[in-house]
């Protein structure tokens, strides 16, 4: 895939852990296995001394409404989420879930070393020199190019521990590819926008992920609720509980290309 960058503001860019950065990724990601179809999206980093959020553009905007209204909202139909949150002072590195339709918050707390593979070869990508790197995380292989110009350990989602910040990296697959496209200073980059979820592990989140496809609308259901469905022009359309089921867990099977692969699950 051809690295492109938008534009970069990194020349002379006095870089100091007291300041707040922004690092906007591009996202291209395939949501099936074995499809040449892509989709893109814009990510955001956003760095506060050793400790960052990386979300997408949506979620950023969603997290800084939900801090004026003091509300939890995000209308996710899947679980393959790219939410995490680094605290590089401790080396922790959480990966933040919200549950499909009911938008309950959990964390998972990433333990996998990143045992960095550095190659000596360097390549100059929109005039920064870039060094590469390897690492295997998620059951994929991941190479990456960072700028030891650029001293920050940081890089999108999990990714981190690299002598200088990470400007692109894909899974030798070629099914996410973050590339970035921008690097600005801000005092108030958003990166405090954000709650906290319930702590759980690899073994929970399958669980919830498994029960949910069962029983997509289980809550719902349990609590009388009254589901309305309509088109997009608005018009009511007469749906089940079942047949809406039956839609979500279509969805579900269709869209299983998960970033971690060692964690996915075989939805029949």
């Known amino acids: 895939m051809k690295l492109v960058f938008v534009f970069i503001l990194f020349l002379k860019f006095n870089w100091s ?3 707040n950065i922004t690092c906007l990724y591009e996202l291209t990601y395939k949501t099936k296995v074995s499809d040449s179809f892509t989709k893109s ?3 955001y980093l956003d760095i506060s001394g050793l400790q960052s959020v990386f979300r997408s553009e949506k979620d ?3 997290d800084s409404l ?3 209204t003091g509300s939890r909202s995000s209308n996710y139909l899947n679980f393959n989420q790219l939410y995490t949150r680094k605290d590089l002072n401790k080396n922790n590195v959480f990966k933040v879930i919200s549950t499909p339709l009911y938008n309950d918050l959990y964390e998972i707390l990433i333990d996998d070393k990143q045992n960095w593979k550095i190659f000596p070869e360097t390549r100059l990508i ?3 020199s870039c060094q590469r790197a390897e690492l ?3 059951g994929r292989t991941w190479e990456a190019c960072f700028a030891s110009s650029i001293p920050s350990q940081e890089g999108p989602y999990i990714f981190h521990g690299l002598p200088g910040l990470i400007i692109s990296i894909s899974d030798s697959n070629k099914d996410y590819y973050f590339n970035l496209i921008r690097l600005d200073k801000a ?3 958003g990166y405090s926008n ?3 979820g319930k702590l759980i592990d690899w073994a929970m989140f399958e669980k919830l992920q498994k029960n949910f496809y069962s029983e997509p609308f289980a809550e719902l259901k349990a609590k009388s609720s009254k589901m309305i469905v309509t088109d997009v022009k608005g018009n009511q359309l007469d749906r089940s509980f079942n047949d809406m089921s039956k839609r979500m867990q279509k969805t579900l099977r269709e869209n299983n290309n998960p970033i971690e692969l060692n964690h996915k699950i075989d939805y029949k």
Do not use: L, M, P, R
Request: glycine share 4%.
């Open 187 to 189: 005092e108030n980059n």
């Open 126 to 128: 929109a005039n920064i």
């Open 41 to 43: 999206e814009n990510y």
């Open 66 to 68: 939900n801090q004026k």
């Open 60 to 62: 950023k905007d969603v």
């Open 194 to 196: 954000f709650k906290k």
């Open 17 to 19: 852990q007291s300041q």
């Open 136 to 138: 295997n995380y998620g």
